[in-house]
C-alpha cells in the first residue's frame, strides 16, 4: 500500500462517546441557565460545529428564537452567544470523562492503518480545554493521534477545509486525494470534502443515530435499518463518498479506496488543494 497517506478521525461520535452523548445534556443545561427550554433534538441539529458556532446556529433556529425574545426583550445578539459559551465550556469539561469510552474497534482500527503506513490525525468541534481533558482517558485505552485540530485553534473551522488544511501541514501529507476524513456529523463531512479528501461517514455511532451500544442492541433490526438509512441519507447529502455503521468497519473501505486510487480515481466531490 500506499496511495493512502493519512486517516483523519473526528472525536466524539466517531473514535469516543457512543451516540456522541457529551453535549447534549450540557446543552440543555446551558440553556435553562438563561431561561430557555431546549430539546435535546434541537440541541443536535447543528453538531459537529465548533461549540460557540454550535450555539450560535440553536440561537438562530426559529422556535429558541422566539422564546429568547420573549423571555428576554430583544433577539439573541454575539454578546448572548458568548454569555451561553461562557457557562457550556466549564460544564462540558465538567462531564467529559463519564463519555470518554472508545468506541469499539476504534483502537484496533487506529493500529492497523498505522502499520499500513498510514498517519492518524483528527479534528474535533471540541474546545482544546475540553480535549485536554480527553487525550489521557483516550490514550490509557491505547488510542493517540499524531495530531489534533480543534474548535477555536484557527480563525475558521467546520463546515470549512481549514482544519483538513493544518491537518495536512502537521502531518506533511498531500495531496489531498491521499487523505480520508472519517466523522459522523454532515459538518464534518463538509470539511473534508471541502479540503478535496475521500469522506466516509460513521452512522450508528454518532450524532445521526444518537444512541448509546445498549440501545442500539435492543433495538429491532427493522428500527436499527431504519435508523442507518435516515443517517445515511443525512451523511450522503454532506456529500459523503462511504457511509459505514462504525469505525469497526473501516478496513473494507480503506482498501477500495486504495484501489481507486491505483487506477487513477479521485474522489467525486473534490475543491482539491
Same mark, same amino acid.
Given at each position: 500500500?500506499?496511495?493512502?497517506?493519512?486517516? =483523519?478521525?473526528?472525536?466524539?461520535?466517531?473514535?469516543?462517546? *457512543?451516540?456522541?452523548?457529551?453535549?447534549?445534556?450540557?446543552?440543555?443545561?446551558? *440553556?435553562?441557565?438563561?431561561?430557555?427550554?431546549?430539546?435535546?433534538?434541537?440541541?443536535?441539529?447543528?453538531?459537529?460545529?465548533?461549540?460557540?458556532?454550535?450555539?450560535?446556529?440553536?440561537?438562530?433556529?426559529?422556535?429558541?428564537?422566539?422564546?429568547?425574545?420573549?423571555?428576554?426583550?430583544?433577539?439573541?445578539?454575539?454578546?448572548?452567544?458568548?454569555?451561553?459559551?461562557?457557562? *457550556?465550556?466549564?460544564?462540558?469539561?465538567?462531564?467529559?470523562?463519564?463519555?470518554?469510552?472508545?468506541?469499539?474497534?476504534?483502537?484496533?482500527?487506529?493500529?492497523?492503518?498505522?502499520?499500513?503506513?498510514?498517519?492518524?490525525?483528527?479534528?474535533?468541534?471540541?474546545?482544546?480545554?475540553?480535549?485536554?481533558?480527553?487525550?489521557?482517558?483516550?490514550?490509557?485505552?491505547?488510542?493517540?493521534?499524531?495530531?489534533?485540530?480543534?474548535?477555536?485553534?484557527?480563525?475558521?473551522?467546520?463546515?470549512?477545509?481549514?482544519?483538513?488544511?493544518?491537518?495536512?501541514?502537521?502531518?506533511?501529507?498531500?495531496?489531498?486525494?491521499?487523505?480520508?476524513?472519517?466523522?459522523?456529523?454532515?459538518?464534518?463531512?463538509?470539511?473534508?470534502?471541502?479540503?478535496?479528501?475521500?469522506?466516509?461517514?460513521?452512522?450508528?455511532?454518532?450524532?445521526?443515530?444518537?444512541?448509546?451500544?445498549?440501545?442500539?442492541?435492543?433495538?429491532?433490526?427493522?428500527?436499527?435499518?431504519?435508523?442507518?438509512?435516515?443517517?445515511?441519507?443525512?451523511?450522503?447529502?454532506?456529500?459523503?463518498?462511504?457511509?459505514?455503521?462504525?469505525?469497526?468497519?473501516?478496513?473494507? =473501505?480503506?482498501?477500495?479506496?486504495?484501489?481507486?486510487?491505483?487506477?487513477?480515481?479521485?474522489?467525486?466531490?473534490?475543491?482539491?488543494?
Amino acid at each position: 500500500m500506499t496511495h493512502l497517506k493519512a486517516a =483523519v478521525f473526528d472525536w466524539a461520535g466517531t473514535v469516543i462517546d *457512543f451516540g456522541s452523548r457529551a453535549p447534549m445534556g450540557v446543552f440543555v443545561e446551558a *440553556f435553562a441557565k438563561f431561561d430557555i427550554e431546549v430539546s435535546v433534538a434541537e440541541a443536535r441539529e447543528p453538531m459537529g460545529r465548533p461549540k460557540w458556532d454550535h450555539i450560535a446556529a440553536m440561537l438562530d433556529q426559529p422556535r429558541i428564537r422566539q422564546v429568547w425574545a420573549e423571555k428576554h426583550g430583544t433577539e439573541p445578539t454575539k454578546a448572548d452567544i458568548d454569555r451561553i459559551y461562557d457557562v *457550556f465550556v466549564p460544564m462540558n469539561e465538567a462531564v467529559v470523562h463519564k463519555f470518554a469510552d472508545l468506541v469499539p474497534g476504534a483502537q484496533q482500527i487506529a493500529a492497523r492503518l498505522r502499520d499500513m503506513g498510514l498517519k492518524i490525525g483528527s479534528t474535533t468541534g471540541y474546545t482544546r480545554s475540553i480535549m485536554e481533558r480527553l487525550l489521557p482517558l483516550a490514550k490509557a485505552q491505547g488510542y493517540e493521534t499524531d495530531n489534533l485540530v480543534c474548535a477555536g485553534d484557527l480563525p475558521e473551522g467546520r463546515p470549512t477545509p481549514m482544519n483538513m488544511y493544518r491537518c495536512f501541514l502537521d502531518l506533511n501529507v498531500w495531496p489531498a486525494s491521499a487523505v480520508v476524513k472519517i466523522d459522523d456529523t454532515g459538518v464534518g463531512i463538509d470539511e473534508g470534502v471541502a479540503a478535496g479528501c475521500w469522506t466516509v461517514g460513521v452512522a450508528l455511532s454518532g450524532n445521526e443515530a444518537g444512541v448509546t451500544v445498549a440501545e442500539l442492541a435492543a433495538m429491532t433490526k427493522t428500527d436499527v435499518d431504519a435508523l442507518r438509512e435516515k443517517a445515511t441519507q443525512t451523511l450522503t447529502s454532506h456529500g459523503a463518498d462511504y457511509v459505514i455503521d462504525t469505525v469497526a468497519d473501516l478496513m473494507p =473501505v480503506i482498501t477500495d479506496i486504495e484501489a481507486r486510487l491505483a487506477r487513477g480515481e479521485r474522489p467525486v466531490s473534490t475543491t482539491s488543494i
